[in-house]
């Protein structure tokens, strides 16, 4: 077979496989992918097809300030370069002598415009931003009515469904995209690029399956980002893998995946404290969590998704602790969370059972200890812990981050470490894409004292995009803020009972 057979076949077999989205009528249709995989002129090719039919499209994404946001100059490139007849690009709309139309939306301004929308097909661009608020809006709004019902019967005439389509690169597991589609097709995307149900196909193409990438140009910039991006950014780009990592985050990806079922890697059983740590929901779209730990293994941790009050979210996490039977419930006492203590206390009294609170807004546990930084900052000169961390919830990150670190170290390097000083997530855990998410995208601040800080959920929501509240991330940090039982409380009960047998002589 001859180079050119070989990449005339390689062509087939693309189209091909892209040609499946074509063929099987669907409601939703996604294409997922990195750089140069040539996903959106595809559909692009696709509407003006459609359009020059006389149908009607929407071309779509989350944000959108201006026509330059859309896909309007593409499609008018694809007019061009197939030299297409029939169509009338226009400054904000291109139209067909068919009576084909395309128009664009911005969905986060203008979501509400689209509710009950009157078109064929909906194109979404870069996906991965869409919010779980538009897509609901959407696959709610994009139906037949029922006039048009009505008028396919009295024609005889099939019914012609309106199509979604989505193109995009994975951003963080925890988008609602990701969570409301891709999850469930992830495992087949992994072993065949295609995933199918009665509702939706999906089908990952790369530059690497892309017949025409070696004459895009691409190729040289492709090899200086393979050597000079971190494997993760290297594989969002030209892979479409998921990027669960922002600028100054403390947590590396590569970290936290060494750190999955670490124990068992490693050989080390969990042992010591078991502990549930609980992070309340502080309204609105804000979800509940919690971290249930043996020792530095983490058994579980998972969020309670549904929308609840904080009290019926606490009983949700102490009901936990207690069918676990652990030793100690923490939860954060910051914010709304400050008025559960009584509640906690009445749960679980009469039970071997302590409760602790955590203030992550106040001073350093343990001030005028010296904190011993790894080795690699071993030259900086010593200082204490009321000198080196902002607050409590910098002092329990960076704590949380030294022990990812050091899993990792000890998994991929081999390196003897006190398992004590390590942590593992147990890879049982049902939401553990999520909590990746979560880990990997808690950000550093500059401190004008120099010392350790970690950016604020309220900083963090104000992002763009913004960062969701970390609450799973929250809980596990919080969970090694272990305070052994109050030795005074113990004492007063031995005295009671001193007293009493005294006052029976």
């Not at 994404?61 to 008018?76: A, K, P, T, W």
């Not at 992550?360 to 343990?366: A, K, L, Y």
Request: proline share 3%; glycine share 6%; charged share 30%.
């Amino acid at each position: 077979m001859t180079a050119l057979q070989s990449s005339r076949n390689v062509q087939v077999e693309y189209i091909d496989r892209l040609g499946v989205l074509l063929a099987k009528p669907k409601r939703l249709k996604i294409l997922v992918g990195g750089r140069a995989s040539t996903k959106s002129t595809f559909v692009a090719d696709y509407v003006l097809s459609r359009v020059s039919t006389g149908e009607s499209w929407c071309c779509a994404r989350e944000y959108q300030n201006s026509i330059e946001d859309s896909v309007h100059g593409m499609l008018q490139d694809e007019i061009e370069r197939l030299a297409l007849p029939g169509f009338w690009p226009k400054r904000n709309e291109i139209d067909h002598e068919y009576g084909g139309h395309i128009f664009y939306r911005g969905l986060a301004r203008n979501i509400a415009s689209l509710k009950g929308i009157r078109t064929h097909g909906l194109w979404i661009e870069e996906g991965e931003a869409t919010s779980s608020r538009s897509l609901t809006t959407l696959t709610a709004s994009l139906r037949v009515s029922a006039l048009e019902q009505q008028k396919a019967e009295l024609a005889g005439s099939e019914i012609q469904i309106p199509e979604m389509w989505i193109t995009m690169n994975r951003g963080s597991a925890k988008d609602a995209i990701a969570q409301r589609f891709l999850k469930r097709a992830e495992r087949d995307l992994t072993k065949y690029g295609y995933y199918e149900d009665d509702y939706m196909i999906v089908i990952e193409v790369n530059y690497d399956e892309n017949p025409w990438f070696m004459g895009s140009g691409l190729e040289s910039e492709r090899l200086d980002d393979l050597k000079t991006m971190t494997s993760a950014e290297y594989e969002h780009k030209w892979l479409g893998q998921y990027l669960d990592t922002v600028p100054n985050a403390i947590i590396e990806t590569d970290w936290f995946d060494a750190c999955i079922d670490a124990h068992k890697k490693l050989g080390f059983d969990p042992t010591g404290a078991e502990v549930v740590a609980h992070d309340p929901n502080d309204g609105g779209e804000d979800d509940a969590a919690l971290a249930y730990r043996h020792g530095v293994v983490f058994l579980d941790v998972q969020a309670k998704e549904e929308s609840c009050l904080v009290n019926e979210a606490c009983h949700w996490a102490l009901d936990y602790a207690i069918d676990n039977r652990v030793e100690q419930f923490i939860w954060d006492a910051d914010g709304v969370g400050a008025g559960l203590r009584e509640q906690i206390d009445t749960k679980i009294s009469g039970r071997n059972m302590y409760a602790h609170a955590f203030y992550g807004g106040r001073g350093v546990d343990r001030e005028n200890e010296k904190y011993v930084p790894m080795d690699s900052e071993a030259e900086k000169k010593s200082k204490t812990n009321k000198d080196t961390f902002y607050n409590r919830r910098a002092q329990y990150y960076w704590n949380l981050r030294t022990r990812c670190l050091k899993t990792y170290l000890a998994v991929t390097q081999k390196t003897y470490i006190n398992p004590d000083e390590l942590i593992s997530f147990s890879s049982d855990i049902k939401q553990i894409d999520v909590l990746r998410a979560e880990l990997c995208r808690i950000p550093r601040v500059s401190n004008p004292l120099g010392k350790i800080q970690i950016m604020s959920k309220e900083q963090m929501a104000q992002l763009d995009p913004p960062i969701d509240s970390p609450n799973m991330a929250d809980s596990v940090m919080m969970s090694f803020a272990y305070q052994p039982p109050r030795q005074k409380k113990a004492r007063r009960a031995q005295l009671s009972a001193k007293n009493f047998y005294r006052d029976q002589l």
